[in-house]
């Protein structure tokens, strides 16, 4: 089960840190991704970490503004938005995928790559 909360409402520069905590799995064997949906769009890529936590990926349009990271001993993963715009108002969702067979520095980058998903939180980023 993954439970992903900070979402909320913030004027446009500000930011927001956005937490998912997992638990029924073994968190440090996932790795993690944030994904975005924005109504009348399909979900979109965010950003990933490996489960080694050495490997990071960003959607090109986000580099530079979010931060992923996470703490293995919290069982989360963050991501860190700065420089919010109006534009970057979604659900965001965070997802964990845990397969046996990856390398510890693999991202997965597809929402279909992944194997369990938070409820999502709401992000509203006001002009």
């Known amino acids: 089960q993954l439970q992903a909360f900070g979402g909320g409402l913030v004027q446009a520069g500000g930011s927001l840190r956005l937490s998912c905590t997992a638990s029924g799995f073994t968190f440090s064997s996932c790795s993690m991704g944030w994904f975005r949906r924005t109504p009348g769009k399909e979900r979109e890529f965010v950003a990933a970490m490996s489960r080694s936590g050495r490997s990071t990926y960003y959607s090109d349009s986000l580099k530079g503004r979010f931060v992923i990271s996470r703490d293995n001993t919290k069982n989360t993963v963050y991501l860190q938005m700065n420089s919010l715009k109006p534009e970057d108002t979604a659900v965001y969702y965070c997802?964990?995928?845990?397969?046996?067979?990856?390398?510890?520095?693999?991202?997965?980058?597809?929402?279909?790559?992944?194997?369990?998903w938070g409820q999502g939180t709401q992000v509203t980023v006001s002009s």
């Open positions: 997802a964990a995928r845990n397969r046996a067979y990856d390398s510890n520095y693999y991202i997965p980058k597809g929402e279909n790559e992944y194997n369990y």
